[in-house]
T-cell receptor
Framework: AQSVTQLGSHVSVSEGALVLLRCNYSSSVPPYLFWYVQYPNQGLQLLLK??????LVKGINGFEAEFKKSETSFHLTKPSAHMSDAAEYFCAVSSDFLGGSQGNLIFGKGTKLSVKP | DGGITQSPKYLFRKEGQNVTLSCEQNLNHDAMYWYRQDPGQGLRLIYY???????QKGDIAEGYSVSREKKESFPLTVTSAQKNPTAFYLC???????????FGPGTRLTVL
């Protein structure tokens, strides 16, 4: 079974500061990992994803994440926060799509990011 | 523009009434999904469909029903058997053999 844990339901940073949102996963098979962002009362937008290959993944809006197998982590970072980054962020895990439910996404409970001026 | 549409954006219903949420996509995706989102709970899978005329229960299917008569459409009915239907409902779709999902804007259902 797969699962995702996001450490910290709320994170607050100052504008210009480093953003670090933590995600740890559990998977018995090689994972596919995703970060999505959600603005209030909107759907989810894909920020970035890891499937295979390079473990440092770059996404939209200056975000990146590093897959660390030994730590079962996929933390999301951004060097300098902007006010527009205030949103809720979801980490998700899946496995290689083999049909059935195995390709489905399992989501963490989310982390709300606040950015102070 | 290709995308996923959900309607309506806000929906109010009286307790005991069935209500159907619409989800349409023009991305030519094979698979479609329904999620329920509650504050602090993340997204929980209600139903999914990988092909027309076939669908499977997700983790919280009780009190919900779906149909998949067309590739583009995957409506969700919230029945009176759903004990706590007030929530934000998200529809998503993906290509076959892909787990990258694209999301609609959501429908906020409030049961009075």
């Amino acid at each position: 079974a797969q699962s995702v844990t996001q450490l910290g339901s709320h994170v607050s940073v100052s504008e210009g500061a480093l953003v670090l949102l933590r995600c740890n996963y559990s998977s018995s098979v090689p994972p596919y990992l995703f970060w999505y962002v959600q603005y209030p009362n909107q759907g989810l937008q894909l920020l970035l994803k890891y499937t295979t290959g390079a473990t440092l993944v770059k996404g939209i809006n200056g975000f990146e994440a590093e897959f660390k197998k030994s730590e079962t982590s996929f933390h999301l970072t951004k060097p300098s926060a902007h006010m527009s980054d205030a949103a809720e962020y979801f980490c998700a895990v899946s496995s290689d799509f083999l049909g059935g439910s195995q390709g489905n996404l399992i989501f963490g409970k989310g982390t709300k990011l606040s950015v102070k001026p | 523009d290709g995308g996923i549409t959900q309607s309506p954006k806000y929906l109010f219903r009286k307790e005991g009434q069935n209500v159907t949420l619409s989800c349409e996509q023009n991305l030519n995706h094979d698979a479609m999904y329904w999620y329920r989102q509650d504050p602090g709970q993340g997204l929980r899978l209600i139903y999914y469909s990988q092909i027309v005329n076939d669908f499977q229960k997700g983790d919280i299917a009780e009190g919900y029903s779906v149909s998949r008569e067309k590739k583009e459409s995957f409506p969700l009915t919230v029945t009176s058997a759903q004990k706590n239907p007030t929530a934000f409902y998200l529809c998503a779709s993906s290509l076959a053999a892909s787990n990258e999902q694209f999301f609609g804007p959501g429908t906020r259902l409030t049961v009075l």
